[in-house]
């Protein structure tokens, strides 16, 4: 009854809204020449939204030098000219309205481009590092030294964003970020996604977007902000694509290879990318943890990690073009990942400050296997030229990880060298997911200065996880019945939300709600422990901007989120690191709430400074438990604090010459966690800061030259306190065979300098970490173009499953 009444408010919304009057749509004409008045034909003409300067629509002029545009919807706008051997051109500022439909800009010349200025070549280039429509952009395809990475090293240098010791993502200096995947959640455990990141390529992605205060349209989970990974997709008409191959190395290799398909005419659109990936490296990790209680012990661990990743991935689709404002698509994407880890280690086992008594010698071998197959059909309607539109999505997702860890160890006493006892085990976890979903959007265009957007969305998860445990005795295993278990959770999520917005002279303003009916369903056969629970949430979302000037923008926006527990963090199953550290889900946990409040100031339209201030209630925490007699420590998911979070974000781009372009990003914040729990109550809290700069040198014969680096402050985490990070990278790149090639070095973590250190001490438990991953690498890169040059709009496509994805093995 309830999805019925959901879907019955939706439908009643859409079909009182469809069928209002089309609204006309404008037409632009210029003619362009170069400086002496004669027309330049095949020049470059786009057309840009004033506010943020986007991409609206692309022409190329004819012989005679014309250009006409047509279907420009409302709104402020300038058209950007360019044209091989001249300079870019800029127009001045118009507006398109109802009653001013035709813009004649009559001619634009372009002056021819200087061949050099102290022998500096200066081209146009797209900024690595730009901010719009409330975004913080990261175009990848303009990074020199991206080349050869993993998406997982650019995000650990993105403005911002910070990886802590277990390599979860931190969004200014909070957790609980949500990552998609060209708008797809990625349903992956915390560590299995840091895999993924690291299997991705950069030469796979075009932009990150990183966006802290989301609308109302997006799932409300992401308590710190949403990460979006957007994929190569074909803009071309014709066949076209390209190829890309890296190779690279520190004290192991690695190297991937790709390639991206596009197949556009005027009734479809067919694309297809490729990946394949090899990755081997390393971590060391330095462990000191000393335990209360009446014989107080020091527990020293050195452990060297060696890892092989293996990456096969795809995604295509089809688009068919019914008319010209009808569009039916499909697509499927899917990787098959595996994961092989050797782990051994040394502790050294001692009474607190005195002389090792024991060594407990362990070995940790594994591997993990991932697979995922998704399925997306989409369906757009482009209900007038002012921009009202409606667009369908139904998913479906299933993931499936299979998993086999051995763990071996032996005590050796250092007095006399015996080996004091001796155990073997291994555990066989596997997990399936399955997600179907179903979603529409709506926008209408009421008239020039206002629009109002609505939608709904239902998502179904399923997920079953299997836990085997066997025990070696005598070289044989036998089964332990008392640790297998089988854990079965369900969750239904129906969503509506509905956004209004209004522009006025100099101010624009957004308001929405968007309200989420949670049904969950954890049941634990061997421990016989069920547990239902059915919430409603509201999560309200508005913005004001005003306009004082053309140098001067001002913005506050208020934001109220949700992090629901990742289905692996529900999970209660025990999984062993060694014996004497576990770890073991937590099916009691409750979903964390954050408001976010920011306000913006925006000076010459490329300037930041964005203040914000966060409340998190009952966040869901990493805690530690320790056993006074076992000596056992027992890691788990705690709804452990209420977080503050003061911050200031400073954006500062730069061009001190015109070869020159800087971007900087400066985030300082104060963070503040309140620990409260039946065993302990305290605060963890300390003001941090970061620092990222990326500088890129425009040089002659088409070459780049990057120089970038980033620096983390000491910081805290929950219960954790952080020392400071930093590392610089560098890069080349020379474009060939006329510039459809590019040849990319670069070197990363220059002086090796990346490292997590830190720790926490409450109660009976102190635990330091130094964790060290490989490094300082070097990476060669090349990449070539093939097919047709003319560009056409491509139709972006975001699958409906977003928050599931992100959760769904957490």
């Keep these: 009854m309830k999805k019925c009444l959901l879907l019955g408010v939706l439908l009643c919304f859409i079909s009182s809204t469809l069928f209002a009057q089309e609204a006309p749509s404008g037409r632009i004409t210029v003619k362009i020449t170069d400086a002496a008045g004669k027309a330049l ?53 118009f507006q398109v309205t109802e009653s001013n439909k035709n813009i004649d800009l009559k001619s634009m010349a372009l002056p021819n481009a200087p061949k050099n200025l102290k022998g500096v070549e200066v081209t146009a280039q797209k900024p690595y590092i730009e901010r719009a429509e409330g975004k913080t952009i990261l175009n990848v395809e303009s990074s020199v030294t991206a080349a050869g990475n993993t998406v997982l090293d650019l995000l650990r240098r993105a403005p911002g964003v910070t990886v802590d010791k277990d390599e979860n993502l931190v969004l200014k200096g909070k957790q609980g970020v949500t990552v998609m995947i060209d708008g797809k959640l990625t349903y992956l455990s915390n560590e299995a996604l840091a895999e993924l990141l690291k299997s991705m390529t950069a030469e796979s992605v075009s932009q990150i977007e990183i966006i802290t205060s989301p609308s109302a349209k997006y799932d409300a989970a992401g308590t710190s902000g949403i990460i979006n990974i957007k994929t190569k997709k074909g803009q071309l008409t014709g066949f076209n694509g390209s190829v890309n191959a890296s190779l690279g190395g520190g004290k192991y290799i690695f190297g991937n290879a790709g390639t991206n398909l596009n197949w556009r005419t005027k009734k479809f659109n067919w694309f297809a990318n490729l990946n394949y990936g090899e990755w081997n490296g390393y971590n060391t990790r330095e462990l000191d943890r000393r335990t209360g209680g009446n014989v107080p012990l020091q527990f020293r661990q050195d452990v060297y990690q060696t890892s092989h990743f293996l990456n096969r991935s795809m995604k295509s689709g089809f688009d068919y073009f019914l008319t010209p404002n009808h569009t039916i698509g499909v697509m499927a994407s899917g990787y098959t990942n595996a994961f092989w880890r050797n782990a051994p280690s040394a502790t050294q086992v001692a009474r607190l400050h005195g002389a090792t008594d024991s060594t407990l010698y ?44 051995f763990l071996a160890d032996s005590m050796v006493n250092m007095h006399d060298g015996k080996t004091l006892n001796h ?18 959007d709506l926008v209408r265009v009421l008239n020039k200065t206002s629009k109002i957007e609505a939608g709904a969305k239902a998502s179904f998860v399923r997920t079953e996880n299997n836990m085997r445990f066997d025990s070696m005795e005598n070289y044989v295993y036998k089964p332990v019945p008392s640790q297998y278990d089988q854990f079965i959770y369900k969750e239904d999520v ?60 001002l913005g506050l926006a208020y934001s109220r989120r949700i992090n629901r527990p990742g289905y692996g963090q529900l999970n209660p199953f025990m999984f062993f690191l060694d014996k004497y550290t576990y770890f073991r889900g937590n099916s009691f946990l409750t979903p964390e709430y954050t408001q976010n409040t920011e306000l913006t100031y925006m000076f010459k339209q490329k300037y930041i400074a964005v203040l914000g201030y966060s409340r998190t209630v009952d966040g869901i925490d990493e805690f530690l438990l320790l056993n006074p007699e ?100 560098a890069g080349v790149q020379k474009q060939i065979f006329k510039k459809k090639g590019t040849i990319k070095v670069n070197v990363n973590d220059i002086f090796a300098s990346n490292r997590f250190k830190g720790g926490t001490e409450y109660g009976d438990i102190y635990l330091y970490v130094n964790n060290r991953w490989q490094n300082r690498t070097v990476n060669v890169s090349f990449s070539y173009r093939f097919g047709n040059n003319k560009i056409e709009g491509a139709r972006e496509r975001k699958a409906g499953n977003e928050d599931e994805s992100r959760r769904a093995g957490n």
């Excluded at 970038?708 to 402050?713: H, N, R, T, Y």
């Design 41 to 93: 034909p095949f020049a470059s003409v786009a057309v840009r939204a004033a506010a943020d300067s986007a991409l609206v629509k692309g022409q190329m002029s004819d012989e005679e030098g014309k250009c006409l545009i047509e279907k420009i919807k409302a709104g402020k706008y300038y058209l950007e000219v360019s044209q091989m051997g001249y300079t870019t051109q800029r127009s001045t500022t």
């Design 630 to 729: 076992s000596k056992v420590t027992t890691s788990t998911n705690r709804n452990l604090a209420n977080q503050n979070t003061y911050s200031l974000n400073l954006t500062l781009p730069f061009d001190p010459v015109k070869w020159w372009n800087t971007s900087n990003n400066i985030s300082l914040y104060y963070n503040q966690y309140r620990i409260k729990d039946s065993a302990v109550a305290f605060t963890n809290e300390r003001f941090a800061y970061n620092f990222n700069t990326t500088n890129t040198f425009t040089l002659p014969k088409d070459i780049k030259l990057e120089l970038g680096g980033w620096f983390e402050s000491a910081n805290v985490y929950g219960i954790f306190k952080a020392k400071a990070m930093w590392a610089m990278n």
């Design 494 to 553: 129906l969503a509506a939300y509905l956004i209004y917005k209004k522009q006025f002279k100099k101010t624009d303003f957004v308001a929405g709600l968007r309200l989420e009916q949670t049904t969950s369903d954890g049941n634990s056969i061997s421990l016989k422990n069920r547990i239902k629970k059915t919430y409603l949430d509201y999560f309200p979302n508005a913005s004001i901007d005003h306009k004082f000037s053309d140098n001067h923008k």
């Design 423 to 440: 155990s073997a085990i291994r555990t066989l976890p596997n997990t399936e997911i399955q997600i179907r979903s179903i979603k529409a």
């Design 362 to 405: 362990t070995g940790l071998h594994g591997n993990n296997r991932f697979k995922n197959l998704s399925f997306n059909l989409n369906y757009k309607w482009k209900i007038d030229t002012l921009g009202s539109e409606l667009t369908m999505d139904a998913d479906y997702a299933k993931f499936k990880n299979r998993m086999y860890s």
